[in-house]
Each structure stands twice: as structure tokens, then as C-alpha cells.
């Protein structure tokens, strides 16, 4: 599946936890549901060639997006570990502030 990055685009962490501030390491993406989806804390997750994304996470969780300018190859970086398609997943540089977007609430 191809993914594009969009300059001044943005940037999306999920998480099951609430905080203000994300930590260096961190992995943000510019694809909503799939920060969406890792808010769940899944184990096991895939998405198909049409961008369907299924998991086995349980948690309530919370979608976050980054609120401040983010630039990629200075703040961010690709993912080298990553089993997903480029520019699906990133890790953070630096901590960087966040606002909460809202709840995603618990997995069906």
C-alpha cells in the first residue's frame, strides 16, 4: 500500500495513557485509524492492500495529535524496524507536545 507524507501535515500518536508531552522514541504516523488502532496497545496488528486495519488490542485508548511543527529527518525518522509499508509508521527525535483529540474508546 503506498502511503504519502504530507509536509505540515498531521501527526497522530495513540496511546492508552493521558499525558501532555510525548516522549523521545515515540512512534507517530500521519495515518489517523492506524494511531487509532495502536491506542489499543495491540499485540498483533495488519491492514490489508485497501488500508482495512484489524488487531487484537482490548484497551481504551486515546488519540493524540502533535501540536507543534513537526519535520521529518530532524524531529522525526523513519521507522527502521517497522514491519509496515514506508511512511506508515515514524519514531520521535525529541519529546514533543500533544494535544488529545479525543477518546477512541474500547476495541470492538
Not at 519535520?71 to 494535544?99: C, W
Request: proline share 5%.
Amino acid at each position: 500500500m503506498k502511503i504519502d507524507i504530507q509536509a505540515g501535515g498531521i501527526w497522530y500518536h495513540g496511546s492508552n495513557a493521558l499525558f501532555t508531552e510525548l516522549r523521545a522514541g515515540s512512534t507517530v504516523t500521519q495515518w489517523k485509524a492506524l494511531a487509532e488502532a495502536f491506542s489499543h496497545k495491540p499485540t498483533l496488528l495488519g491492514y490489508d492492500d485497501d488500508g482495512c486495519i484489524f488487531h487484537n488490542g482490548k484497551e481504551k485508548g486515546y488519540l493524540y495529535m502533535i501540536d507543534e511543527p513537526v519535520e521529518a529527518g530532524k524531529d522525526i525518522y523513519q521507522h527502521p524496524r517497522s514491519t509496515m509499508d514506508e511512511n506508515a509508521e515514524f519514531l520521535t527525535n525529541r519529546p514533543l507536545s500533544v494535544r488529545l483529540v479525543g477518546e477512541v474508546g474500547n476495541p470492538e
